[in-house]
């Protein structure tokens, strides 16, 4: 499990972009390793039915405090700053999301300047508005294909065409 700070109730991992990275790269081998084709007698599941039953194990199955048993159809990376920290100190069902979060980084000069008040000190702000650049240049060399949720109409579109 990795190291983690608590500032005022809220958990944040001690990651840089290079390990976050990594571990959105460990989450999507995972994922296609659990829908990878198989084979023989190897998997008597067809995919459909492994899917089922990898939602069932994510909804149900914890190992530690974050690690599902099986791949989860999806993950949840929050870029906790400050406000999300005042926020979740505010609005439990806030608290509650962030606590259930595969990875909480630390997005903010406050988030870096607390945890180093604590005797803890993180290596770097991992912000979101910089962290899309660096996951959509590992998609690229990867292959993945990604997805952005949440834009005014059109925005996708501007974004997907080049300039």
Avoid: K
Avoid at 9 to 33: K, S, Y
Avoid at 48 to 63: E, S, Y
Avoid at 96 to 106: C, E, F, N
């Amino acid at each position: 499990m990795r190291e983690q700070i608590e500032i005022l109730g809220v958990a944040v991992d001690d990651v840089d972009f290079a390990t976050t990275l990594d571990q959105i790269d460990a989450w999507v081998g995972e994922h296609r390793a659990a829908d990878a084709p198989t084979v023989g007698h190897q998997d008597p599941l067809d995919r459909q039915n492994r899917r089922q039953v990898q939602l069932r194990a994510a909804d149900t199955t914890t190992v530690g405090q974050h690690h599902l048993a099986a791949a989860p159809a999806c993950r949840q990376v929050c870029t906790v700053n400050p406000e999300f920290i005042v926020d979740a100190n505010r609005n439990p069902a806030f608290a509650a999301v962030l606590q259930r979060a595969d990875l909480r980084v630390p997005d903010g000069v406050g988030v870096l300047w607390a945890a180093r008040l604590f005797g803890q000190p993180l290596p770097e702000r991992v912000t979101g508005s910089d962290g899309i650049y660096h996951i959509t240049a590992r998609a690229a060399a990867r292959g993945w294909r990604v997805f952005f949720l949440g834009a005014a109409p059109g925005v996708a579109l501007q974004t997907a065409t080049p300039a």
